[in-house]
Protein backbone atom coordinates (compact mmCIF):
# COMPACT_ATOMS: atom_id res chain seq x y z
CA UNK A 1 0.00 0.00 0.00
CA UNK A 2 1.50 3.51 -0.64
CA UNK A 3 2.88 5.60 1.93
CA UNK A 4 0.30 8.22 1.07
CA UNK A 5 -2.38 6.61 2.00
CA UNK A 6 -1.27 4.83 5.38
CA UNK A 7 -0.18 8.95 6.43
CA UNK A 8 -3.81 9.86 5.30
CA UNK A 9 -5.56 7.01 6.75
CA UNK A 10 -3.39 8.11 10.39
CA UNK A 11 -3.86 11.64 9.75
CA UNK A 12 -8.28 10.31 9.65
CA UNK A 13 -7.76 7.89 12.59
CA UNK A 14 -6.48 11.00 14.86
CA UNK A 15 -8.93 13.47 13.24
CA UNK A 16 -11.69 11.28 14.27
CA UNK A 17 -10.32 10.73 17.61
CA UNK A 18 -9.99 14.33 19.05
CA UNK A 19 -13.38 14.99 17.29
CA UNK A 20 -14.96 12.27 19.33
CA UNK A 21 -13.01 14.31 22.26
CA UNK A 22 -14.28 17.82 21.17
CA UNK A 23 -17.61 16.54 21.50
CA UNK A 24 -17.77 14.89 24.59
CA UNK A 25 -16.14 17.60 26.40
CA UNK A 26 -18.52 20.34 24.65
CA UNK A 27 -21.52 18.92 25.31
CA UNK A 28 -20.32 18.31 29.01
CA UNK A 29 -18.73 21.89 29.50
CA UNK A 30 -19.13 24.55 26.74
CA UNK A 31 -16.05 26.34 28.67
CA UNK A 32 -13.80 23.15 28.75
CA UNK A 33 -14.33 22.22 25.38
CA UNK A 34 -13.57 25.80 24.20
CA UNK A 35 -10.39 25.51 26.18
CA UNK A 36 -9.61 22.58 24.42
CA UNK A 37 -10.03 23.78 20.92
CA UNK A 38 -7.62 26.82 21.55
CA UNK A 39 -5.12 24.03 23.26
CA UNK A 40 -5.55 21.90 19.79
CA UNK A 41 -5.15 24.91 17.78
CA UNK A 42 -1.99 26.25 19.44
CA UNK A 43 -0.75 22.66 19.48
CA UNK A 44 -1.35 21.62 16.01
CA UNK A 45 0.24 25.46 14.48
CA UNK A 46 3.00 24.68 16.82
CA UNK A 47 3.38 21.23 15.83
CA UNK A 48 3.26 22.08 12.19
CA UNK A 49 5.82 25.05 12.78
CA UNK A 50 8.84 23.14 14.88
CA UNK A 51 8.51 19.91 13.32
CA UNK A 52 6.90 19.29 9.85
CA UNK A 53 8.42 23.38 8.58
CA UNK A 54 11.95 21.98 9.47
CA UNK A 55 11.65 18.52 8.09
CA UNK A 56 13.49 18.19 4.66
CA UNK A 57 11.19 15.18 3.35
CA UNK A 58 7.89 17.86 3.96
CA UNK A 59 7.62 17.94 0.11
CA UNK A 60 6.93 13.83 -0.08
CA UNK A 61 5.58 13.41 3.59
CA UNK A 62 3.20 10.59 3.72
CA UNK A 63 0.76 12.55 5.95
CA UNK A 64 0.64 14.83 3.11
CA UNK A 65 -1.57 17.74 4.83
CA UNK A 66 0.64 19.15 7.49
CA UNK A 67 3.66 18.96 4.96
CA UNK A 68 1.22 20.89 2.35
CA UNK A 69 0.04 23.46 5.31
CA UNK A 70 4.09 24.10 6.51
CA UNK A 71 5.64 24.86 3.11
CA UNK A 72 2.72 27.11 2.70
CA UNK A 73 2.88 29.10 6.09
CA UNK A 74 6.36 28.73 6.84
CA UNK A 75 7.93 29.00 4.06
CA UNK A 76 11.16 30.69 4.48
CA UNK A 77 11.95 27.79 7.29
CA UNK A 78 14.79 25.68 6.16
CA UNK A 79 15.40 21.85 6.39
CA UNK A 80 17.65 21.76 9.90
CA UNK A 81 17.68 18.31 11.82
CA UNK A 82 15.47 17.82 14.86
CA UNK A 83 16.93 18.72 18.66
CA UNK A 84 16.09 16.31 21.16
CA UNK A 85 14.48 19.22 22.91
CA UNK A 86 12.37 20.01 19.91
CA UNK A 87 10.64 16.11 19.73
CA UNK A 88 10.73 16.05 23.68
CA UNK A 89 8.55 19.21 23.13
CA UNK A 90 6.35 17.72 20.58
CA UNK A 91 6.15 14.35 22.32
CA UNK A 92 4.49 16.54 25.49
CA UNK A 93 2.69 18.65 23.27
CA UNK A 94 0.68 15.35 21.65
CA UNK A 95 0.04 14.29 25.02
CA UNK A 96 -1.49 17.16 26.16
CA UNK A 97 -3.83 16.52 23.49
CA UNK A 98 -4.15 12.98 24.50
CA UNK A 99 -4.68 13.38 28.24
CA UNK A 100 -6.73 16.90 28.60
CA UNK A 101 -10.31 14.45 27.14
CA UNK A 102 -9.43 11.60 29.35
CA UNK A 103 -11.74 12.73 32.30
CA UNK A 104 -14.67 13.28 30.04
CA UNK A 105 -14.28 10.10 27.78
CA UNK A 106 -14.25 7.93 30.29
CA UNK A 107 -17.76 8.95 31.79
CA UNK A 108 -18.73 7.38 28.37
CA UNK A 109 -16.80 4.10 28.65
CA UNK A 110 -17.82 3.11 25.12
CA UNK A 111 -16.38 6.60 23.69
CA UNK A 112 -13.29 6.05 25.55
CA UNK A 113 -12.64 2.66 24.38
CA UNK A 114 -13.39 4.27 20.75
CA UNK A 115 -11.04 7.01 21.05
CA UNK A 116 -8.06 4.80 22.56
CA UNK A 117 -8.81 2.22 19.39
CA UNK A 118 -8.53 4.85 17.23
CA UNK A 119 -4.95 6.68 18.59
CA UNK A 120 -3.78 3.19 18.69
CA UNK A 121 -4.33 2.12 15.62
CA UNK A 122 -3.09 5.91 14.41
CA UNK A 123 0.39 4.91 16.29
CA UNK A 124 0.63 1.65 14.50
CA UNK A 125 0.10 3.18 10.81
CA UNK A 126 2.62 5.54 11.74
CA UNK A 127 5.20 4.12 13.09
CA UNK A 128 5.36 0.43 11.14
CA UNK A 129 4.03 2.28 7.59
CA UNK A 130 4.87 6.13 7.44
CA UNK A 131 7.91 6.48 9.70
CA UNK A 132 9.33 3.12 8.31
CA UNK A 133 9.41 4.09 4.51
CA UNK A 134 10.50 8.38 5.84
CA UNK A 135 13.40 9.26 3.98
CA UNK A 136 14.47 12.35 7.04
CA UNK A 137 17.37 10.49 8.52
CA UNK A 138 17.58 13.40 11.22
CA UNK A 139 13.68 12.70 12.67
CA UNK A 140 14.42 10.15 16.02
CA UNK A 141 11.59 8.11 15.09
CA UNK A 142 12.95 7.32 11.97
CA UNK A 143 16.32 6.52 13.61
CA UNK A 144 14.66 3.28 15.04
CA UNK A 145 14.42 2.04 11.76
CA UNK A 146 17.74 3.10 10.35
CA UNK A 147 20.34 0.72 11.05
CA UNK A 148 18.58 -2.20 10.93
CA UNK A 149 17.75 -4.77 8.39
CA UNK A 150 14.68 -7.47 8.38
CA UNK A 151 15.81 -10.98 7.65
CA UNK A 152 12.74 -13.83 7.84
CA UNK A 153 14.51 -17.11 8.22
CA UNK A 154 12.93 -20.56 7.54
CA UNK A 155 10.36 -20.50 10.28
CA UNK A 156 9.64 -17.23 9.14
CA UNK A 157 10.47 -15.23 12.40
CA UNK A 158 11.09 -11.75 11.57
CA UNK A 159 14.76 -11.04 13.07
CA UNK A 160 16.34 -7.98 13.53
CA UNK A 161 19.89 -7.76 12.49
CA UNK A 162 22.01 -4.65 13.15
CA UNK A 163 23.54 -3.64 10.01
CA UNK A 164 25.86 -0.57 9.25
CA UNK A 165 24.46 3.13 9.80
CA UNK A 166 25.07 3.34 6.55
CA UNK A 167 21.69 2.46 4.98
CA UNK A 168 20.52 4.07 2.26
CA UNK A 169 16.75 5.88 3.57
CA UNK A 170 15.98 6.21 -0.35
CA UNK A 171 16.27 3.27 -1.17
CA UNK A 172 14.03 2.03 1.41
CA UNK A 173 11.61 4.37 0.18
CA UNK A 174 11.11 2.60 -3.27
CA UNK A 175 10.28 -0.72 -1.68
Known amino acids: MNIKIHGLL ?10 ISIVIILLQSILAGSMYLIVLLAV ?3 VIKD ?11 GHLIPGYIAKTIFPNLTARPF ?6 SL ?4 ALIVVIPQYWLFKKLELFILYWLLF ?3 GIEIFSMVCKKCTNGHCPSNRHFKGFARKINN ?3 IQLL ?7 IQERHKT
Open 10 to 19: SLLLVGVAVT
Open 44 to 46: SVN
Open 51 to 61: FCAICPSRETC
Open 83 to 88: TKMGFI
Open 91 to 94: LLQI
Open 120 to 122: ITA
Open 155 to 157: KQN
Open 162 to 168: HTSNTVD
